[in-house]
């Protein structure tokens, strides 16, 4: 026998028994790249799923709808901003299921087609990652703020909490096409009143910056009385002196994660 087949022979008892360690750590957990085909076109995601997940058992799911800025077709962008961002510093909290799609340029997340891809990607990973029905959670930033309200109702029953960060419901006046479909309804006169109406009691978790000059902070305070007004079940943060960016707080507040996860539809 040549003098390397026993080292070689060493060698790959080595690598078998490093084998069941390397394939540990290669379980399909954190960041994952997926592609959804809605309508007949392709969009690509992100699904966070944490360390812990057992494919066994039921996992609560968040969709998420990222701003404005992060919007475009590379699948990656809409994970550096919000809740992204909010899990890469504290990943152990994060025990669910997170979906990340991506809004297309020049389009906003009341469009139907975008919330189509947004639900797309949400069923798609619920029937992957074996997602609970009735722990599913809806959040969204500035412009996915906006369609957090659009879509909670829209899908009344569906989410079992909803956080809109520094959304608003009129669309603003040098960006009027990111208002709420409510809003754009002629016939309808008062959307806030409408949004209340059709949320229903779904518990709601708002928060808005005080100073913030790109959505104004009045359109959070406006849709929170209204909820209050219908009987809605909502609570309102609101940080003084905070401009646009009052996600980072949010999603870092310690009761953030322990209270969305303690909500669930009762069937």
């Not at 009385?225 to 003084?240: C, D, F, I, Q, S």
Request: aromatic share 10%.
């Amino acid at each position: 026998m040549t003098p390397f087949i026993p080292r070689l022979l060493a060698l790959a008892c080595v690598l078998f028994l490093f084998m069941p360690a390397a394939l540990a750590k290669n379980r399909n957990t954190g960041f994952l790249d997926r592609i959804v085909t809605v309508d007949g076109t392709t969009y690509k995601y992100q699904v966070f799923v944490p360390a812990s997940w057992d494919k066994h058992k039921k996992a609560p799911v968040l969709l998420f709808l990222h701003g404005a800025g992060e919007r475009g077709d590379d699948g990656v962008l809409q994970t550096d901003i919000g809740i992204g961002h909010a899990i890469r510093e504290h990943a152990a909290q994060f025990e669910m299921i997170v979906v990340m799609p991506q809004c297309r340029k020049e389009h906003v997340w009341t469009e139907t087609a975008m919330q189509a891809q947004a639900l797309g990607a949400l069923e798609q990973s619920m029937k992957e990652f074996n997602g609970d029905r009735s722990r599913v959670y809806l959040s969204g930033i500035s412009m996915g703020g906006y369609g957090t309200w659009d879509i909670a109702a829209h899908y009344p029953g569906k989410f079992a909490a909803v956080v809109p960060v520094c959304g608003g419901i009129r669309g603003l006046e040098h960006y009027p096409q990111i208002g709420v479909s409510l809003a754009k309804d002629p016939k309808i006169s008062d959307p806030y009143a409408e949004t209340a109406k059709r949320i229903g009691t779904t518990p709601l978790w708002v928060f808005h910056g005080g100073a913030d000059d790109t959505v104004p902070v009045e359109g959070s305070r406006q849709m929170v009385e209204a909820l209050r007004k219908a009987g809605g079940n909502v609570k309102y943060t609101e940080y003084p002196g905070v401009g646009h960016n009052s996600w980072d707080k949010a999603y870092a507040e310690p009761d953030f994660v322990p209270w969305l996860l303690s909500q669930s539809l009762h069937h």
